[in-house]
């Protein structure tokens, strides 16, 4: 079994930063790519970044320019920096690893961690 841990979730006031974190563990032979998803209340959840093992990224267009991803494979770790923060950016951010274990291709999704964006 994998799983996902994610941290970095909170309160902010519009403008503001924030740092969500998030790592995997367990029988973990490759992660093609981790990503953050965002579910706000009463909506679906949608993409805000990956980052493929190549090293590729893709942004919500909502996000570009402000939410920058980034990656530490010797801890199967992915990072979302967020700045500039707004009210709509708000909802619960999901962690999301593409990967294979035991020669098995499996996705695999974190607890979610709340933010919350203050006007």
């Not at 790592?23 to 992660?31: E, F, H, M």
């Not at 919500?60 to 700045?83: C, E, H, P, W």
Request: proline residues 2%; glycine residues 14%; contains cysteine.
């Amino acid at each position: 079994q994998v799983q996902l841990v994610e941290s970095g979730g909170g309160l902010v006031q519009a403008g503001g930063s924030l740092r969500l974190s998030c790592a995997a563990s367990g029988s973990i032979d490759s992660i093609n790519a981790m990503g953050w998803y965002r579910q706000a209340p009463g909506k679906q959840r949608l993409l805000v970044a990956v980052l493929s093992s190549s090293g590729r990224t893709k942004y919500a267009d909502s996000v570009k320019g402000r939410f920058t991803i980034s990656g530490d494979t010797t801890k199967n770790a992915v990072y979302l920096q967020m700045n500039t923060l707004k009210p709509e950016d708000t909802g619960v951010y999901y962690c999301n690893a593409d990967l294979i274990e035991g020669g098995w291709a499996q996705e695999y999704w974190g607890q979610g961690t709340q933010v919350t964006v203050s006007s």
